[in-house]
């Protein structure tokens, strides 16, 4: 049955759904052979950056507010197998059933976005629709079978993927800074991570050369400097531990 397979593989690509996107980055690896600065000028192309920046900080603000709320054992990173103690339908999830995924592709978005080659955009979001439905698939069909008629009902009147701002309920537990830096240190440095680096390529393949950018460098060291941090943290203290998160 048609079901069974897209709950198959969408359980498949789930268990790598951290690592398997990074192939991505082969593609933009290839659109950068195109890459120009537009216009002949630097003003347009420090505008984009902000613009695509922007646009994956986003993305980031919205995992922070959805992983802020939650308790433990729910919006993980585990890729071993789906769990949920509770099912989550208040704060991000009251209006929107996938908040985390929606994040996830604000981010990609934007990255997508800085080589200004319109196809790499379209691939993405074709890419993403293709992947992240049968995982979304997987995952709310398990949630069914745990939790079914209030997961019924959550589901039939919460929009899998364009928030609905009208549904907002308050958050069922307060906002904790400590459980959003624990788990998303990582994706903060991904993100400047990713922009430090197309930025010396386009340095590098219209110049010839790397010519490092002193607000760039300085983002990349900040960021460096709070993943050392917080994976220190995590690691060998308890300080980012919040009891029930």
């Keep these: 049955m048609l079901g069974t397979h897209l709950e198959k593989s969408g359980n498949w690509l789930f268990t790598r759904r951290s ?3 990074i192939i991505f980055v082969v593609v933009i690896l ?4 195109d890459f120009r600065f537009p216009y002949g000028s630097h003003t347009p192309d420090r505008l984009w950056d902000v613009f695509c920046l922007t646009i994956s900080l986003s993305g980031l603000a919205v995992r922070i507010a959805t992983v802020g709320h939650v308790p433990k054992s729910t919006s993980g990173r585990n890729s071993k197998k789906q769990k949920a103690n509770i099912l989550n339908t208040t704060g991000m999830y009251s209006v929107v059933r996938n908040p985390l995924y929606l994040g996830n592709l604000l981010t990609w978005f ?3 976005l800085f080589p200004r080659i319109w196809w790499l955009s379209i691939i993405l979001l074709q890419a993403f629709w293709l992947y992240y439905e049968r995982i979304i698939f997987a995952e709310e069909q398990f949630l069914k079978r745990k939790f079914g008629q209030e997961f019924t009902d959550w589901d039939r009147q919460t929009p899998a993927f364009l928030p609905k701002l009208s549904s907002w309920k308050a958050p ?5 800074l400590r459980t959003a ?9 991904f993100i400047i ?6 930025k010396e390529a386009a340095s590098l393949l219209t110049t010839g050369s790397l010519e490092w950018n002193p607000l760039w460098l300085i983002l990349f060291l900040i960021g460096l400097g709070q993943y050392v941090l917080f994976i220190t ?3 060998h203290t308890k300080l980012l531990n919040v009891p029930g998160r």
């Design 19 to 21: 690592y398997l996107p």
């Design 30 to 33: 290839i659109a950068w052979q």
């Design 110 to 112: 934007g990255i997508s």
């Design 172 to 176: 069922a537990l307060p906002f904790s």
């Design 181 to 189: 830096l624990k788990r998303e240190y990582s994706t903060l440095f």
């Design 193 to 198: 991570f990713c922009f430090t680096a197309m």
């Design 233 to 235: 943290l995590k690691k």
